[in-house]
Antibody
Framework: QLQLQESGPGLVKPSETLSLTCTVS??????????WAWIRQPPGKGLEWIGS???????SYTPSLRSRVTISADTSKNQFSLKLSSVTAADTALYYC??????????WGQGTLVRVSS | QTVVTQEPSLTVSPGGTVTLTCASS?????????PNWFQQKPGQPPRTLIY???NRHSWTPARFSGSLLGGKAALTLSSVQPEDEAEYCC?????????FGGGTKLTVL
């Protein structure tokens, strides 16, 4: 059974870098045909695609966040990570990791809330 | 900036049928946009219902179906159950750039 679990600080100061990790169990993130994605949801609002990394390490980011986002993978730990720099209060959200296969997103983590506040 | 638009809210009676739609600011939605549909209940992560227009996941009840309708992606719920009350969101793929719709709050009343 595939499971994804987000982890990281729940509070980040403005202008600093938000860092989250998603630990995957039940499947190697190196398995071909899958991408590993980050998605966020501000409180009371809709979902926003952040970006993804393929099994071969190719990244793709949503244009509005591209200048501040880095997604990377550590295959030895079966984890992938999100870094979002220069955060502001607008980056306060529930952050989800998810698996994307060729035709869409199927498995999601439970999500982790990150607040940006001094 | 590509915008994906959904009805903000809809109401349906138990046992009834309702169709939710997902439109693109760039033009008609096609199968090439690989429409995905998700259900989200309060305090829970999204659950994927439909991928690539009309394919159900193994856990998706048969009363949920996806299609293309009048230039939009559509999600139809038949024989609606009280537990179907939730937020429903679509996701479209624009050549590798993925964009979510704003979501539809479905009330079963």
């Amino acid at each position: 059974q595939l499971q994804l679990q987000e982890s990281g600080p729940g509070l980040v100061k403005p202008s600093e870098t938000l860092s989250l990790t998603c630990t995957v169990s039940g499947l190697s993130i190196s398995s071909s045909s899958y991408h590993w994605a980050w998605i966020r949801q501000p409180p009371g609002k809709g979902l926003e695609w952040i970006g993804s990394i393929s099994s071969s390490g190719i990244t793709s980011y949503t244009p509005s966040l591209r200048s501040r986002v880095t997604i990377s993978a550590d295959t030895s730990k079966n984890q992938f990570s999100l870094k979002l720099s220069s955060v502001t209060a607008a980056d306060t959200a529930l952050y989800y990791c998810a698996r994307r296969q060729q035709l869409g997103v199927d498995y999601w983590g439970q999500g982790t809330l990150v607040r940006v506040s001094s | 900036q590509t915008v994906v638009t959904q009805e903000p809210s809809l109401t349906v009676s138990p046992g009834g049928t309702v169709t939710l739609t997902c439109a693109s600011s760039t033009g008609p939605v096609t199968g090439g946009h690989q429409p995905n549909w998700f259900q989200q209940k309060p305090g829970q992560p999204p659950r994927t219902l439909i991928y690539s227009t009309n394919n159900r996941h193994s856990w998706t009840p048969a009363r949920f179906s996806g299609s293309l309708l009048g230039g939009k992606a559509a999600l139809t719920l038949s024989s609606v159950q009280p537990e179907d009350e939730a937020e429903y969101c679509c996701l479209l793929n624009f050549g590798g750039t993925l964009v979510f719709g704003g979501g539809t709050k479905l009330t079963v009343l």
